[in-house]
Each structure stands twice: as structure tokens, then as C-alpha cells.
């Protein structure tokens, strides 16, 4: 404004500010600015170009608060002072009072969220309206932290003291904090460089701008080669290079190689500088998934990709997600890191309910020393002499709670002094006797209380009708192999279904080796899998006979014969135009099971829904429509908890799975990791137990409608 800004009324001022932040429409802002300020045409670009764009870490407050703050900061006082003189709670984490419960963590963690969209309401839509952190594990935490969190408040009351978990390292040895340093200079130095060269750029110096500087530079050593890896220098949008200038601006964006939705990879062999019309199009794809069918700009797209580093020239091949599943290296490390960064604005989240320094926080490290000190780790364990946390079990993060709960500042304080002089081997022993957790403390007690947890879990259903309008899924529709029919007709209940397979994927059984179609192949692989046998080699020994069998024999593919399959249990693949079935799926998972009973009957009938029949057509499901009168008793989906009469008492078990012979699976609702196989039972099993659904909410209260008794 030229310095004229403080020339005009508050009343218009304020108008303008309310404007930007509600409308991104640059032409609407400047026949404002036009219509209110004497300014030139000039003047009036560079206004509305820096008035939607503000700096990063511009602090948001409502003109309310900002009016009670002002007169104290005029009279001198620094910030946070005069957001306590003006009767707010100051804390750097951007809530500016302190409220009853948790909002949604977008009203204040806004400079952690991303996407929101202008025209949303707030209170329906908060998601769109602020934004959000675009880490789907993160976000989903967040969520349920609200959720837990509010109902502990509704039912007990705001606690006094916050105590977050850091997944974080306590001091490490000599080596490590050696190697720890170098690795921090090299850090360090590359930074400063890249810091120089968006100083020059007039970018803002932070992670994100460094990021996208270092993954322009991936493209190519010559900057004058550096292009979209999507489109390169033919694109009919760029006929250049991106320079440095063009990086920062719309026109290219950060993309994962491997859809961020299904990997969860996040590092910097997963990105790449793409364009933003290559951007959209790949969209939640492969890039061999997006662009391979195009033969021309496929072979060019991996001839650019050979320009890359080797970290991310196998993401173009065909079977990448394959290749990347069967690494769990990044995979636990990026976890990790999921969870620090959880922990970190898990904290700044919660300081909208406590003043920030009765929050505080506690190494993971420093749980388990107090954890085994306490012996705490035998309540969840079978056997007495392991002294180790039980993981597979839920409660073991109450366990972890109870002892986070016990932790005071002194506590602490003496845990890390002995932490940094000692190796882990030693830490155990070196922190000597530390007094019991609570005056009075009763193992067998805490026991009892422990047994009696009952663990609450997040819903796992989904919203088919969302989904579908997005142009997305809930899940795989089928597994990814055809198969043909041979004979019989679409009446038939059994039939017998085709298809061709790798040869090394045949498995070591015998049936499996049956079901090969050509005869003399079959022979042969059938005398090599009894000359195995005889000489009890197995698995290991029968790939590699695959392999000899094909460099002799030019084999390849194999034709199986799948005979006696329900037709029922297949997904029909149809024409659009003639309505004609060209091949089957195998179904991948059922989305839910309906219980039912049919009119005048008194038996539980079941029918499963496939993901595939969920997505295509769910508004009536087939056994309402063969009998309209039929009742519902109760659809299951993963997840959901049931309850059950054995022996007089009541069960609760966690579903796992529908099968599609209407198998019901279930497990314990303490357990998070299901090992062999779960539980079944069929619905006429479950209705002679009198099962029912039941629900629990976050605190892991047990509403049961079907036995009142037993509601708490």
C-alpha cells in the first residue's frame, strides 16, 4: 500500500483482511482494493498477489482476540504477556484460549494442515474447511485422540496433567553419537547450501522447499536436463527444462512414485518433480499402473527414468508395489517416524485444553526402564519368568498408560541423568531401586483391573457411497487373475473355470499340480514332485526344478483347469453393451455378512456381500428381494463386536472375518495380532448362543441391548 495502510479506517482495513481469507478469487479482491484504496493499477497486482499468499507462520487470530490483545502489545508488552493480560492462554502452538474438549485438530494445528477448501462449513464439513495433515496414519490418530480424549473429559472430568509418550532414543553409546554427528554436518552443510539457493529464489527457507530443491536436483546432474519424468521435454504444456525459478511455483508439485495411500512411503526415494497435469493424471497409480498402455510415452518415460537414482528406478517396473511389500526395512522405519511425528503434534494438540507446561512428555525408553523396574511386563504374561512386554496384547498400552501416569518431573530428571551416562546394556542396573509406583501399591490388585479392560476398536466399514462418488474403493473389488469358463452354462452351480499362470508359480502340492492342462506337462511335473517327495526335499528344491524345466523345455505359462467351482462364489465380469459374461474374479474380501431370517421361518439364513457387489449395486441386497418380507437381525462387518452365551456367561469377540460360506471369524478383544487361524463360527451357531451386536465405546464401556444386565 505504499504506506498508506494506516491511513484508512479500521472498518475498511478489517474488511479487506476478512475478504482474502475467505475468497480466493483475485479478481474479486482487486475491485475491492480498487473500489476502497487510493492506489495504483501497479499497486493493486502486487497487493492482491501478497495478499492471498501469506508468509509461512503467519499467525491466526480472531479480529475478537486481536482486539483485546492490541492495546496491551501498544503499551509494550511482548506477545505472549499480553495474550495473559488480555485473559487468553498464550501457547506457541497456536490455540490462543483454553477450551473444554478437543475440536478438530485442524482449528489448531493450522499451519500442520494442508488442502482446505474455500465455501465449506465449519461445522460439518471440518475436514475441508481447515484442512488436514495429509499423513493418513496421523490423521486418523488425531481423530481418535479426540474422540478418546472428549469422552474421558464427559465422563471424568478435564485431567489436571497431560503426559505424552516421545517415540524417541535415549542417549546413545559412543559410536552412535559419533556417527549420529557426522551425519548431522553432512545434513547440516547440504542445507546451508540449498538455504543459499532459496534465498536467492525468494522462496521461504523451511523442509518443504528444501525437499522439493533436493528432488529437482534428483532429475538429472545437468540442470538443463532437469524435467517432469512424466512428460520430458515434449510435453505439449512445457517445451524446457524447469529451471529453478518455474520449481516453486504451481505448475510443479511433489509426487510419490508408489500411491502414498497404499505404501505409506513418504521418503525421498518414493518423489519425484512432476508436472501438474502429469500429477493428475497418474493420480493414486503406478506409474506403470498410469501410463504404460501409452507405448510411445511409456518406452520414453523409462528412458528417463533410468536417469534416476537407483532408489527410484525399480518404482517404474510393473510389479514395484510386489517388490515393495516384500521389504519391511523402509517400512518399519517410516513407521517410526509416523509415530515420532505423532508424538510431537499430539502434544502441540492437546496444549488447546492444559496451559503447554502441564503438558510434558516421556521417551518410549524411559516407559519401559519404569515398566521392568516395576515389573509390570509379567500382568499380561502367561509365563512368570519372561520379563517382556506382550505386544500382542491391547492392554499393554493401558500398562504403558499407568505407568506414564506415575511419572513426575523428579522421576524424570533422575532417569535421564543416569541415561546419559550409561550404555543400554547397563541401564537397567545403574538407575539401582526405585520406589513403587503409588504408596501402597498392590500388584495382584493392578492385575485384576487389568484383566477387566475391555478394549474398544475403531469401526472398520467404511462409506460405500462416498467411496463410489469419489471414484474410488474401500478395498480390492477381486484378486487380479481372470479366469474363463469351459462349458456349461450361466445356470449351472458348478463349474469348471480356466486360466494361465506362470509356471514357477505352481505351487508344491499335488491337486495343484492336477489341475494342469496340457497332459504330458502335467506327467512330467507330476514325476518330479514324487522323485522330491522320495527324497523328502520340499518348497525350496521344487522352484528351482520349475526353473530347470523351463530353460529345458521353453515352458513358460501353464494352462489350469479350476474344476467344480461354485459359480456363486465368482464375480461375473459382463460386457457393458451385451450383458454377455467374459470371465470371472475370484472375490477378494467381503465388505459385509447380512443375518437374516426369511418370512415364517425361524432358522438365521446368512449372505455374504461382496466388496465387488457393495461398489457395483448395494441399495437391496439379494436376499431381500427374493423375499421382501424377510427380516433383518443384524449385518456384520469387520470389526465389529459381538456378544455370545457360553456356559452361562458372556463372551465378546472382535470380527476378523466373513467368509463367504458364511463362516463368521472372530478373536479377543485384547489381542491386535491374530495368529493361525480365528475362531468360527456359522450364523446358526451363533443363534442358538443368542449373539447380538454390541457396542463399545471409546472408553471401553459395553452398551448390550440385547441382555440390559449386562450394560454399564
Not at 515420532?340 to 502441540?348: D, G, H, L, P, T
Request: charged residues 30%; proline residues 3%; positive net charge.
Amino acid at each position: 500500500f505504499n504506506g498508506s495502510w494506516n491511513d484508512y479506517s479500521d472498518e475498511v482495513r478489517e474488511a479487506f483482511i476478512f475478504l482474502t481469507f475467505r475468497t480466493d478469487d483475485e479478481e474479486k479482491v482487486a475491485n475491492f482494493v480498487r473500489k476502497n484504496f487510493k492506489v495504483s493499477e501497479s499497486a493493486i497486482k502486487n497487493i492482491v498477489e501478497k495478499s492471498l499468499d501469506l508468509k509461512e507462520g503467519t499467525g491466526s487470530l480472531s479480529a475478537c482476540a486481536m482486539k483485546k490483545i492490541m492495546p496491551f502489545l501498544k503499551e509494550g508488552l511482548i506477545y505472549d504477556k499480553a495474550c495473559t493480560a488480555a485473559g487468553y492462554n498464550f501457547n506457541k502452538y497456536g490455540s490462543d484460549e483454553v477450551l473444554k474438549e478437543l475440536p478438530y485438530y485442524g482449528a489448531v494445528l493450522r499451519n500442520a494442515v494442508m488442502g482446505k477448501k474455500i465455501g465449506a462449513d465449519e461445522k460439518s464439513e471440518p475436514e475441508q474447511y481447515y484442512g488436514k495433515i495429509n499423513n493418513p496414519t496421523v490423521h486418523v490418530t488425531l481423530n481418535q485422540l479426540r474422540r478418546v480424549v472428549n469422552k474421558i473429559i464427559e465422563v471424568y472430568g478435564k485431567p489436571a496433567e497431560i503426559v505424552v509418550e516421545l517415540a524417541r532414543n535415549l542417549p546413545l553409546g559412543e559410536k552412535g553419537l559419533t556417527d549420529l554427528a557426522k551425519t548431522q554436518k553432512k545434513n547440516k552443510d547440504a542445507n546451508e547450501i540449498i538455504d543459499g539457493a532459496l534465498e536467492n529464489l525468494g522462496v521461504a527457507i523451511n523442509a518443504k522447499n528444501r525437499m522439493k530443491y533436493r528432488l529437482w536436483e534428483d532429475l538429472n546432474l545437468d540442470p538443463n536436463k532437469r524435467c517432469c519424468p512424466f512428460c520430458g521435454k515434449n510435453s505439449k504444456y512445457y517445451n524446457h527444462p524447469i529451471s529453478a525459478a518455474e520449481l516453486f511455483t504451481p505448475s510443479f508439485e511433489i509426487e510419490h512414485l508408489l500411491p502414498f495411500s497404499i505404501t505409506f512411503d513418504d521418503s525421498r526415494a518414493n518423489k519425484v518433480i512432476s508436472c501438474i497435469y502429469c500429477n493428475r493424471d497418474k493420480r493414486s497409480r503406478t506409474p506403470h499402473e498410469a501410463f504404460s498402455s501409452e507405448k510411445e510415452r511409456w518406452e520414453d518415460i523409462t528412458n528417463r527414468a533410468l536417469l534416476l537414482h537407483k532408489s527410484k528406478q525399480w518404482r517404474f517396473e510393473e510389479n514395484a508395489l510386489e517388490q515393495f511389500r516384500k521389504d519391511n526395512k523402509d517400512m518399519i522405519a517410516r513407521q517410526l517416524n509416523d509415530t515420532r511425528y505423532m508424538s510431537k503434534v499430539a502434544r502441540e494438540y492437546l496444549c488447546c485444553l492444559l496451559p503447554s507446561e502441564k503438558i510434558y512428555t516421556s521417551v518410549g525408553a524411559t516407559t519401559a526402564i519404569l515398566r521392568g523396574k516395576w515389573k509390570l511386563n509379567e500382568v499380561l504374561q502367561d509365563d512368570t519368568e519372561t520379563d517382556a512386554k506382550n505386544r500382542a496384547d491391547n492392554r499393554h498400552h493401558a500398562i504403558d498408560a499407568f505407568v506414564l501416569a506415575c511419572i513426575d518431573r523428579p522421576l524424570l530428571q533422575k532417569i535421564s541423568k543416569y541415561a546419559k551416562i550409561c550404555e543400554d546394556a547397563g541401564m537397567d542396573r545403574l538407575l539401582g531401586d526405585i520406589e513403587p509406583p503409588l504408596p501402597n501399591f498392590n500388584r495382584e490388585e493392578f492385575k485384576r483391573k487389568v484383566d477387566s479392560i475391555i478394549v474398544s476398536h475403531k469401526p472398520d466399514r467404511g462409506n460405500v457411497a462416498n467411496a463410489v462418488a469419489k471414484n474410488k474403493t474401500l478395498g480390492a473389488l477381486h484378486k487380479q487373475t481372470a479366469y474363463g469358463r469351459i462349458g456349461g452354462t450361466d445356470d449351472d452351480k458348478l463349474i469348471t473355470i480356466t486360466s494361465r499362470i506362470p509356471l514357477t508359480n505352481l505351487k508344491f502340492k499335488e491337486d495343484n499340480i492336477n489341475q494342469v492342462a496340457d497332459a504330458k506337462v502335467r506327467s512330467d511335473l507330476l514325476k518330479k514332485y514324487w522323485e522330491l517327495i522320495s527324497e523328502k526335499l520340499g518348497e525350496k528344491e521344487w522352484v528351482l526344478a520349475l526353473k530347470e524345466y523351463t530353460e529345458n523345455t521353453g515352458t513358460r505359462r501353464v494352462r489350469i483347469h479350476l474344476k467344480n467351482r461354485e459359480i456363486s462364489s465368482l464375480i461375473a465380469i459382463r460386457r457393458n453393451k451385451t450383458e454377455e459374461i467374459y470371465k470371472y474374479m475370484d472375490n477378494a474380501e467381503n465388505y459385509c455378512m447380512d443375518i437374516y431370517l426369511q418370512n415364517n421361518e425361524k432358522k438365521w439364513e446368512y449372505e455374504p456381500v461382496t466388496m465387488y457387489d457393495a461398489h457395483k449395486n448395494f441399495k437391496i441386497p439379494r436376499w431381500r428381494i427374493k423375499d421382501p418380507k424377510a427380516k433383518l437381525v443384524m449385518r456384520l462387518f469387520k470389526n465389529d463386536i459381538i456378544a455370545f452365551e457360553e456356559n452361562n456367561e458372556r463372551k465378546l469377540g472382535r470380527v476378523v472375518l466373513l467368509a463367504t460360506q458364511g463362516q463368521i471369524g472372530f478373536v479377543d478383544l485384547c489381542l491386535n495380532k491374530i495368529e493361525g487361524n480365528p475362531d468360527r463360527k456359522k450364523a446358526s451357531a451363533f443363534q442358538k448362543l443368542n449373539a447380538r451386536k454390541v457396542f463399545i465405546d471409546e472408553i471401553g464401556r459395553v452398551f448390550d441391548h440385547g441382555k440390559a444386565k449386562y450394560s454399564e
